[in-house]
């Protein structure tokens, strides 16, 4: 299973960007989906998780300014980021993680699943 993010960049704060993850190799159909970010010198987080029922949660320091979605015909997730601020600077990283909620999923600090490799996302 490979997932390939692909949306990050640099961007001014009040801005917007849509990060996109393409999975090859398996079908997300049945699969919890979710993106996580990780400042310089922070810890991985939990921003937005869906499963696959659509049922989706965020974590506090995003909600209302993103929104995760899913295609599972075209094997995507996605981000939409609104109102960016400059705390939202990170590394972005999709991960499918089968068997967990959403809300067990945005918990997640081990690399259980799959992982993408991460796509950069600054606001300046």
């Known amino acids: 299973v490979q997932l390939v993010e692909s949306g990050g960049g640099s961007v001014q704060a009040g801005g917007s960007l849509r990060l996109s993850c393409r999975v090859t190799g398996e079908s997300i159909n049945w699969l919890c989906m979710g993106w996580f970010r990780q400042g310089q010198g922070k810890e991985r987080e939990g921003v937005a998780t869906?499963?696959?029922?659509?049922?989706?949660t965020y974590s506090d320091s995003v909600k209302g300014r993103f929104t995760v979605s899913r295609d599972n015909a075209m094997d995507t997730l996605y981000l939409q980021m609104d109102n960016l601020k400059p705390e939202d600077t990170a590394m972005y990283y999709c991960?499918?993680?089968?068997?967990?909620?959403?809300?067990?999923?945005?918990?997640?600090?081990?690399?259980?699943?799959?992982w993408g490799q991460g796509t950069q996302v600054t606001v300046s």
């Open positions: 869906i499963d696959s029922d659509g049922t989706t």
């Open positions: 991960a499918a993680l089968p068997g967990l909620s959403a809300f067990q999923a945005l918990g997640v600090r081990t690399n259980f699943g799959h």
